[in-house]
């Protein structure tokens, strides 16, 4: 009898030791496949009229039955991102990815995925992208207090707030448009310190968790400082979730939500989301489940 092969599962990840990249590689080894880390950075093209193949960085060509991104890694270098990218579309036309590279560009893009949002009818804050001081001025005047993000931002990074009342707020916006060209400002949304972490697979919410930020601060990152607390799932929570994910286009994802005073608010979806965080609070291992219905689809 011939032995079936091995599946071979490609794991694209840029730190081996990241909980959420070892537990990707742990759960595929549990599943009798084999995995095969690669760092997206490293990855080669080899392009002529008869093939397009990718290799890896020993030039050995990427021989994978599916592919898992645990993260794109950083590229300050528009190309570098771009190439990334587009080799992750060169492999689905291959094998299958999770998340897809639209999805976790989707997600990536605060502005973009809004629009994905709101077509969706789902709630969301009210978002002004302007590269015009007085829009900017106006919006903030309108809502009192905001919230100013990178389009393409993560881990809470580079928020500010501003406020109406502050003298200098004109200033502080041109300092921004001088940095960032275009700024992307939310209405803050006042709430309890805390917001909601979701995790989705799928169709089905897995499990949630509250970040509560740190004394003073306005975001609640677990790597600002946020701790994570077990959040109990509602059929609202759980309804938000799977169809913003759904929205994005994405398989899994995390989902942010905040508690308005009139009801929850979707912040943004993570498309390549960390486990870590609602492993340590509620023991769950969405590695786990992502591998099972990745396998789902290959068998
Ligand atoms: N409109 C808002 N009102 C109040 N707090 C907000 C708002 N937007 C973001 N925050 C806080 O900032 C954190 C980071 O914002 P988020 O949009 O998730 O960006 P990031 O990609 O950096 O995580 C949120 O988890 C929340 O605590
Ligand atoms: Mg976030």
Same mark, same amino acid.
Request: proline share 5%; net charge negative; with cysteine.
């Given at each position: 009898?011939?032995?079936?092969?091995?599946?071979?599962?490609?794991?694209?990840?840029?730190?081996?030791?990241?909980?959420?990249?070892?537990?990707?590689?742990?759960?595929?080894?549990?599943?009798?496949?084999?995995?095969?880390?690669?760092?997206?950075?490293?990855?080669?093209?080899?392009?002529?009229?008869?093939?397009?193949?990718?290799?890896?960085?020993?030039?050995?060509?990427?021989?994978?039955?599916?592919?898992?991104?645990?993260?794109?890694?950083? *590229? =300050?270098? %528009?190309? !570098?991102?771009?190439?990334?990218?587009?080799?992750?579309? @060169?492999?689905? #036309?291959?094998?299958? /990815?999770?998340?897809?590279?639209?999805?976790?560009?989707?997600?990536?893009?605060?502005?973009? *995925? =809004?629009? %994905?949002? !709101?077509?969706?009818?789902?709630?969301?804050?009210?978002? @002004?992208?302007? #590269?015009?001081?007085? /829009?900017?001025?106006?919006?903030?005047?309108?809502?009192?207090?905001?919230?100013?993000?990178?389009? =393409?931002?993560?881990?809470?990074?580079?928020?500010?707030?501003?406020?109406?009342?502050?003298?200098?707020?004109?200033?502080?916006?041109?300092?921004?448009?001088?940095?960032?060209?275009?700024?992307?400002?939310?209405?803050?949304?006042?709430?309890?310190?805390?917001?909601?972490?979701?995790?989705?697979?799928?169709?089905?919410?897995?499990?949630?968790?509250?970040?509560?930020?740190?004394?003073?601060?306005?975001?609640?990152?677990?790597?600002?400082?946020?701790?994570?607390?077990?959040?109990?799932?509602?059929?609202?929570?759980?309804?938000?979730?799977?169809?913003?994910?759904?929205?994005?286009?994405?398989?899994?994802?995390?989902?942010?939500?905040?508690?308005?005073?009139?009801?929850?608010?979707?912040?943004?979806?993570?498309?390549?989301?960390?486990?870590?965080?609602?492993?340590?609070?509620?023991?769950?291992?969405?590695?786990?489940?992502?591998?099972?219905?990745?396998?789902?689809?290959?068998?």
């Amino acid at each position: 009898m011939v032995p079936e092969k091995e599946l071979k599962i490609g794991v694209a990840l840029t730190q081996p030791e990241d909980w959420t990249a070892a537990a990707f590689v742990k759960n595929i080894e549990r599943s009798g496949a084999q995995a095969v880390p690669l760092n997206l950075a490293q990855l080669s093209a080899s392009l002529s009229s008869a093939s397009c193949s990718v290799s890896d960085a020993r030039s050995q060509p990427v021989d994978i039955d599916a592919l898992i991104i645990r993260d794109v890694g950083i *590229s =300050f270098a %528009l190309e !570098q991102i771009s190439f990334k990218f587009d080799l992750i579309r @060169q492999l689905e #036309a291959v094998v299958p /990815v999770m998340n897809t590279s639209a999805a976790i560009q989707n997600a990536a893009n605060k502005f973009y *995925s =809004f629009v %994905l949002f !709101q077509r969706a009818q789902l709630p969301i804050p009210r978002t @002004q992208v302007t #590269a015009e001081l007085n /829009v900017a001025l106006n919006a903030i005047g309108a809502w009192g207090s905001a919230i100013v993000k990178p389009i =393409f931002g993560s881990q809470g990074k580079g928020i500010v707030m501003l406020s109406e009342e502050e003298p200098n707020v004109s200033s502080n916006l041109e300092g921004l448009f001088k940095e960032r060209g275009v700024l992307y400002i939310q209405e803050f949304v006042p709430n309890p310190g805390r917001d909601i972490r979701v995790f989705v697979v799928g169709e089905e919410a897995l499990g949630a968790i509250y970040r509560v930020s740190l004394q003073g601060s306005v975001v609640s990152n677990l790597s600002q400082g946020g701790r994570p607390v077990p959040c109990a799932l509602t059929g609202e929570i759980r309804s938000l979730a799977v169809r913003a994910t759904k929205a994005v286009g994405a398989d899994f994802a995390g989902v942010d939500l905040i508690e308005g005073e009139d009801g929850l608010l979707l912040l943004e979806v993570n498309g390549t989301p960390s486990g870590r965080g609602i492993n340590q609070a509620c023991g769950i291992d969405v590695t786990e489940r992502i591998v099972a219905s990745l396998f789902a689809q290959l068998l």
